[in-house]
């Protein structure tokens, strides 16, 4: 007898794409195995810690991810009262808190196929450091739900975050002045408003309640500029370089 449990009628476990990613590194058992993408953010990571002046028990603190949550939860795709065929899904998603030393966490929310535990674990760790090295007062965090945003209405994508921030505001993954999301691939400004008004709707004595995300609607309390930030960023970087004689010299 199958030890693989059964999942109810009409549910289907969307495929993992890690395991695909397992199932094909380990057919290809001759050619040398990659680092993850975690690994790699560790190894350097230990680089530079050498160069550092602070205690191993700190560097070792700082390298892991202090708090991790894998939350799956089922979605019925079509709202019909057909109870025969519910037609649903169970859907799986990830956030990590990197580190705690400064508070609130930050972090994108990501909705991709190729999100899983590694990867939001190694972003959430960049978190971290790039607050670090321009002095952002924040933790690193990072998140993200395991699906492919163009297969869904946008009914169904509202009852996924939702839930899916709902589930975060159960276990204290999000909150003001713990944890706040942002968006990342596959999210937007719309995305970020759905889980202020699911937060509200679990915490409405919190006068700050809106300010649990950033990225939100400009109509919503978001800020102007934000949608054009990233790109404009890539700007002055590429601008300061080159006005950089030495540098365009080489």
Known sequence: RSLIPRLPHGFVQQPSVFSVRLASTAAATNEPKEPTFLENINMYYDQAALLSDASKALLAHVKKCDSMI????????????????????????????????????????RFSTHVEAQEVKALAALMTYKCAVVDVPFGGAKGGI?????????????????????????YNFLSPGLDVPAPDMGTGPREMAWIVQAYRNLHPEDINASGCVTGKPVSQGGIRGRTAATGLGVFYCIREALNDKALMSK
């Open 70 to 109: 894998e939350v799956s939860f089922p979605i019925r795709l079509n709202m019909s009262d057909d109870e025969k065929d519910p037609k649903a899904i169970i859907v799986t998603g990830y956030r990590a808190q990197h580190s705690h030393h400064r508070l609130p966490v930050k972090g994108g929310i």
């Open 146 to 170: 395991m699906i492919e945003p163009s297969q869904f209405t946008e009914n169904q994508l509202q009852r996924i975050t939702k839930q899916y921030a709902s589930e975060l505001i159960r």
